[in-house]
């Protein structure tokens, strides 16, 4: 495969289930990201990592928990979520943190019940 | 207030004419850029333009940066049916180190064949 994967495409969720989203890139990047875009609203961004270590957290609730196991894999732990937590969830990587080019996933559609 | 609008926020023209779209900004900037979303889907990376150029060409793209004024246009000329998309202009603040990617709310565009 190549470029940037994201796995489930869709999700749905109680607001006391436990889920995980998954995002894999395949260009050797050294930095990957975490976005929320919700209807109307500009992309938030959520977490940055680079080289394994976050550089970014934005403010956001600890409902969601990140997780970098290594520079090609990032995860994002679900856990107790409201249903204004609804939305595509874009994964992304870049050659490096410095705000150059992202590469984005095709993103998750969460819908929180 | 976020740092980039894109104006307008809806666009409809025919297959073959010109969109231009726009975008305004509030602090300096390193670069910007600028990216497509097809409906639900990840984003993708069409051009980025450094605070010291003025214009760059892509294809059916043009896109101008006016530090002064704090904007930047995004041209597509002889527009397609395939053009239909959300297009966003994302900022960055500085050079070197982690930088924040900031993203505005999109220009939706519509071309109809």
């Known amino acids: 495969e190549t470029g940037v994967t994201q796995t489930p495409r869709h999700l749905v969720m109680g607001m006391t289930n436990k889920k995980s989203l998954k995002c894999e890139q395949h260009?050797?990047?050294?930095?990957m990201y975490w976005y929320k875009q919700s209807a109307k609203k500009p992309l938030e961004l959520m977490f940055v990592y680079s080289l394994e270590e976050r550089v970014e957290n934005n403010s956001v609730p600890s409902r969601f928990s990140p997780e970098c196991p290594n520079s090609s894999h990032l995860f994002l732990h679900l856990h107790t979520l409201q249903p204004e937590d609804s939305a595509l969830y874009l994964c992304?990587?870049?050659?490096?943190?410095?705000?150059?080019?992202?590469?984005f996933g095709p993103g998750t559609r969460l819908t929180v019940l | 207030s976020q740092q980039g609008e894109e104006d307008p926020q809806a666009l409809s023209i025919q297959e073959g004419e010109n969109a231009t779209m726009n975008c305004s900004y509030k602090?300096?900037?390193?670069?910007l850029q600028w990216y497509r979303q097809n409906s639900g889907r990840g984003l993708v990376h069409l051009i980025l333009?450094?605070?010291?150029?003025r214009e760059k060409h892509s294809g059916r793209l043009r896109v101008t940066l006016d530090t002064s004024k704090k904007s930047s246009s995004l041209l597509i000329t002889a527009s397609r049916a395939a053009d239909t998309a959300s297009y966003f202009c994302a900022t960055v603040p500085y050079s070197g180190g982690y930088q924040k990617v900031t993203f505005g709310t999109g220009t939706k565009l519509q071309v109809i064949p």
């Open positions: 333009i450094r605070s010291n150029e």
């Open positions: 992304a990587s870049s050659q490096d943190p410095e705000g150059n080019e992202q590469f």
């Open positions: 602090t300096s900037i390193n670069n």
């Open positions: 260009l050797g990047h050294n930095a």
